[in-house]
Nanobody
Framework: QVQLMESGGGSVQAGGSLRLSCEAS????????IAWFRQAPGKEREGVAA????????DYADSVKGRFTISQDDARKTVYLQMTSLKPEDSGMYYC????????????????????WGQGTQVTVSS
C-alpha cells in the first residue's frame, strides 16, 4: 500500500521560507515520480514541482521557478520542497502525490497523472 505523509507547513511572512517534506513508502523503481501540488480555497489544484525519483529530472510551475526547489533524500525516502521568497499567493494546502508508472515530462504537473496522494499540509503566507 502506497503511503505518503507531508509535514513542514506553517505560517510565515512574505519573503520568508519553509521546507515541506513528503515521506513515501515506495522509493524504488525508475518509473517513480513524486510531485507537489497546492490548492487555495475556491481554486483548482495546481502542480508546483515534480521529481523523477529514479533519475534527475525535475519540473516546476512558472510561478515558482527560481524560488522553489524539489529534492530527495533516498535514505529517508523523502522528497523535499524548499520554498523561498514566499508570497501571499503561495498560500494554500500543499499535497504530495506519487505515480508509479511512466508520466510524460510535459504532464508531470497534472494532478490526474498521480493516483496516490497524501493528506496535505497548510502553508499560509501573510503580507
Amino acid at each position: 500500500q502506497v503511503q505518503l505523509m507531508e509535514s513542514g507547513g506553517g505560517s510565515v511572512q512574505a519573503g520568508g521560507s519553509l521546507r515541506l517534506s513528503c515521506e513515501a513508502s515506495d522509493f524504488n523503481g525508475v518509473t517513480n515520480y513524486i510531485a507537489w501540488f497546492r490548492q487555495a480555497p475556491g481554486k483548482e489544484r495546481e502542480g508546483v514541482a515534480a521529481k523523477s525519483i529514479g533519475g534527475s529530472s525535475t519540473d516546476y510551475a512558472d510561478s515558482v521557478k527560481g524560488r522553489f526547489t524539489i529534492s530527495q533524500d533516498d535514505a529517508r525516502k523523502t522528497v523535499y520542497l524548499q520554498m523561498t521568497s514566499l508570497k501571499p499567493e503561495d498560500s494554500g494546502m500543499y499535497y504530495c502525490a506519487q505515480a508509479l508508472t511512466y508520466v510524460l515530462k510535459n504532464a508531470r504537473l497534472r494532478p490526474d497523472e498521480y493516483p496516490y496522494w497524501g493528506q496535505g499540509t497548510q502553508v499560509t503566507v501573510s503580507s
